[in-house]
């Protein structure tokens, strides 16, 4: 007996197990409302944004040096005819070694205000338990404490959710010193 196939409005419509229920982790199908995020990592780092905000991922493109720039400053890389900079948080924070994960640009922004991190591997969809945001989350880097708007403990982790605008802008001013 061949089974039967879905509708299209069915198969479009129908409930998916997101990755945290399908592992079992914290907050998964205990019916409370959870925060919706995508995470990536940097490094030993772990960022999350909003759904909405403008992303875009890409493989890591080649970048276009600039000259007496800083090391973290990966340089420009040409977007559809749009020169986007580039920032290395990696090694701007000091962390070095294999990761483990292919190298990718998430580009972040429109228009003018966009602006590309080097990020390891590919983000994830992640529900984070509404208890689980962190007040005071320990040994958040120097370059990130003024941009923080929130952390949050996800799968025995802190994530951290920052402003992506003011940290480019921030980046952007250490880049042209």
């Known amino acids: 007996?061949?089974?039967?196939?879905?509708?299209p409005t069915v198969a479009l419509t129908r409930y998916f197990v997101t990755p945290d229920q399908e592992l079992g982790l914290p907050g998964a199908g205990r019916g409370t409302?959870?925060?919706?995020?995508?995470?990536?990592?940097?490094?030993?780092?772990?960022?999350?944004?909003?759904?909405?905000?403008?992303?875009?991922?890409?493989?890591?493109?080649?970048?276009?040096?600039l000259p007496n720039s800083s090391a973290w400053f990966s340089g420009l890389v040409n977007l559809r005819g749009n020169l986007v900079p580039v920032f290395d948080l990696k090694s701007l924070l000091g962390i070095t070694g294999p990761t483990g994960f292919r190298q990718m640009l998430l580009v972040i922004g429109s228009g003018e205000r966009i602006a590309?991190?080097?990020?390891?591997?590919?983000p994830d969809h992640i529900n984070i338990d509404a208890g689980g945001r962190v007040d005071q989350p320990d040994h958040v880097p120097e370059v990130l404490q003024e941009h923080l708007q929130g952390a949050y403990e996800f799968a025995g982790e802190i994530w951290y959710q920052v402003n992506y605008e003011t940290l480019f802008e921030s980046l952007a001013k250490r880049t042209a010193e």
Do not use: W
């Open 116 to 122: 590309a991190l080097v990020i390891d591997g590919t």
């Open 1 to 7: 007996m061949a089974a039967e196939l879905l509708s």
């Open 33 to 65: 409302a959870g925060i919706q995020r995508y995470g990536f990592r940097i490094g030993a780092c772990r960022f999350v944004h909003d759904l909405g905000l403008d992303v875009e991922l890409i493989e890591l493109a080649r970048c276009f040096d």
